[in-house]
């Protein structure tokens, strides 16, 4: 892993040079490029640091013609090195090179004041000045300015002891994300395939990883990987020129501006919200505006739509949202570039905030405003809070929260469990697959379920309680993960108790209460009075008390509507096991034995079976062992 610098500068300012004389190897690769003196493509070139790390350089095309491949080189910087020669001063390029660092959020740097071996140091200190008043009152005043030439060597070390510095300083990318390249070169190798190429934004790779290209959606094994300029590096890591030699890619399959990431991570979208910056020598960006859209290292035209208004005047910051006429893979926090359709020049630029969204209506603005910049303040909490909001009883989980947010997840579980500690959230499950639902959604569930169980006992105050089935029934319209995290709370909290296959808040008496149990008795007696063949259900008074009796297990079901005790079910039981032992009976002998109709015979056996006391194997019923 190390730092990565580009170059940025107006054309024949001696970018290439510079990089050739700091690296000892040329950054212009192409004949066209050699046989021209100027930089078509992309270069990159590595600067051995003191720790063993890398500084690589991105050296970027500094004719106007060539813009949009500056932009590609730009997206993956950490910090620049603008050039501008001694003998011409700031220039066009120099300007909207600038612009575009300043828009893509590379704010940390130094100038190389080249070809000074061409002027006096008059000459020089004016073009310094020049610099100075062109940073005053920017993110870029401070830089530190070199004067140096290619040729002689004046200064060279100095701005390598800078470059040095300003790595060191800066530190290495982290990788504890997921991986993730934009793609800015890719070629065919002989005897290997196709090849792509870019500099890894997070996350790490190996050879055998699977990754997928975006987009597009293909995934492909990683057969082989360069680091920076070596092939004998394991795993290439966050801040790496990694060149990877995937099984099965086509080349017309792959191209600058495609994403290769971990499978899954990458959204694909076409469009986005945003947050723009406008450049202050910029027109005013009109309603449905036509601008050509930069992010990562892809180029796609767009209509832009300011949010607020009609316009976002020049050198303001408004939200825009952008109907992108082909995908892109972005994510919420990468940095864009607009440059105008035609003449084609940066006009703006700044940070997604939001991809996949719906578009801009006038009677939803003040809501979407107050969303955009809940998004833009950046409070993990706050936005979490919304996802979750918007979730509704399907809430949202870690992982897609981390996608959503271009965060790590290992932060969003963080913030997602402070939430739940002050009851904002509540959560489910463990790692990625964690979900969170909003804690008032979550209350209320609770709430709805605790009712009706109450209800239930004050309308059947000897019921057991509410069957197992009844949680789905009550909260039809929530997921069943939801549910069962609803009953699991208050299982776990004393709220409710599970008893057998019955539900009950657990201060109601498990037994029959006091006042019922004269009652109770009578019931029972004139039953057990009707002996062996049951009591018809409609002989007795109160049909609600045999529902809970038989909800008890202390009444039984001869059959629909013909009760037994569930005494006298066990003691008939045991009259029989005592007769037949494990030779089983048939239903003949169970009919004599019992002294009664074959069908009340077969009420008795279908009983048995029905609590489990029997098994049947052909025409014979035997008893399970207890």
Not at 48 to 63: A, R
Not at 333 to 357: A, H, Q
Not at 400 to 407: L, N
Not at 483 to 504: C, F, K, M, P, W
Request: charged share 30%.
């Amino acid at each position: 892993m190390g730092v990565i610098v580009g170059t940025a500068g107006h054309i024949d300012h001696g970018k290439s040079q510079l990089v050739k004389y700091l690296t000892g190897t040329d950054p212009d690769r192409l004949k066209e490029e050699k046989e021209r003196g100027i930089t078509i493509e992309l270069g990159y070139v590595f600067m051995p640091l003191p720790d063993g790390s890398l500084l690589s350089f991105i050296d970027v095309p500094g004719h106007e013609n060539f813009v949009r491949q500056m932009v590609a080189g730009t997206a993956t910087v950490d910090c620049f090195l603008l050039v501008v020669a001694a003998d011409e001063g700031i220039m066009p390029q120099t300007r909207e090179h600038l612009d575009i660092l300043r828009l893509l959020g590379v704010e940390k740097g130094m100038v190389a004041i080249t070809k000074c071996d061409l002027v006096d140091s008059e000459m020089q200190e004016l073009v310094e000045m020049e610099i100075q008043d062109l940073f005053h009152g920017t993110v870029f005043e401070g830089t530190p300015v070199y004067r140096v030439s290619s040729i002689s060597g004046i200064g060279m070390d100095r701005l390598r002891e800078g470059l040095v510095r300003t790595a060191m300083d800066m530190g290495q990318r982290q990788s504890g994300n997921r991986f993730r390249l934009d793609v800015d070169r890719v070629f065919v190798l002989e005897g290997f395939g196709t090849i792509v190429a870019g500099t890894a934004i997070s996350g790490s790779v190996s050879p055998g990883q699977e990754v997928e290209l975006q987009p597009g959606g293909g995934r492909y094994r990683v057969r082989e990987i360069r680091v920076n300029t070596r092939k004998d590096v394991p795993t290439g890591f966050a801040g790496d020129r990694i060149a990877m030699n995937l099984v099965g890619l086509d080349k017309d399959d792959a191209h600058r501006g495609a994403c290769v990431a971990e499978p899954g991570y990458m959204q694909v979208r076409e469009s986005l919200d945003t947050s723009l910056t406008m450049v202050e020598s910029a027109e005013p960006l009109k309603r449905y505006q036509r601008v050509r859209f930069h992010t990562g290292t892809a180029e796609v035209m767009a209509r832009a739509i300011p949010v607020e208004g009609n316009v976002i005047a020049p050198g303001t910051t408004g939200y825009a949202h952008f109907q992108l006429e082909s995908p892109v893979a972005a994510m919420p926090g990468d940095r864009f570039v607009i440059r105008s359709y035609s003449p084609v020049i940066t006009i703006g630029g700044g940070r997604i905030l939001e991809t996949g969204t719906r578009k801009v209506r006038r009677k939803y603005r003040d809501e979407r405003v107050s969303h955009l910049e809940v998004l833009e303040a950046g409070d993990l909490k706050e936005i979490l809070s919304e996802m979750v909001a918007d979730g509704g009883t399907e809430g949202i989980t870690a992982g897609s929260a981390a996608s959503g947010t271009s965060r790590p997840v290992d932060e969003v579980l963080g913030a997602l469990s402070e939430m739940a500690d002050d009851g904002t959230v509540n959560l489910i499950g463990t790692g990625p697959s964690t979900r969170a639902v909003d804690g008032g959604v979550f209350r209320d569930a609770c709430r709805r379920l605790t009712d009706r169980i109450v209800q239930h006992h004050r309308e059947n105050p000897l019921s057991p309680g509410v069957q197992l089935s009844e949680p789905s029934r009550i909260l039809g319209s929530h997921p069943q993960w939801l549910v069962r995290s609803v009953l699991d709370h208050l299982l776990s909290s004393g709220v409710v108790d599970r008893r057998r296959e019955r539900l009950a808040l657990s201060e109601h008496p498990e037994g029959i209460p006091k006042e019922f149990r004269p009652l109770v008795e009578k019931v029972l007696s004139e039953i057990d009075s009707a002996g062996e063949k049951g009591m018809p259900a409609e002989g007795l008074p109160d049909r609600s008390i045999v529902r809970a009796l038989l909800d008890r297990d202390i009444l039984s079901e001869l059959a629909e509507g013909v009760l037994v005790t569930g005494s006298m079910a066990e003691k008939t039981m045991e009259r029989v096991r005592g007769e037949y032992g494990e030779n089983g009976f048939t239903l003949a002998e169970l009919r004599d034995f019992l002294g009664v109709s074959r069908k009340d015979a077969l009420r008795w056996a279908e009983l048995f079976d029905g609590r489990g006391w029997t098994t049947r194997r052909e025409d014979r019923r035997f008893f399970r062992r207890t």
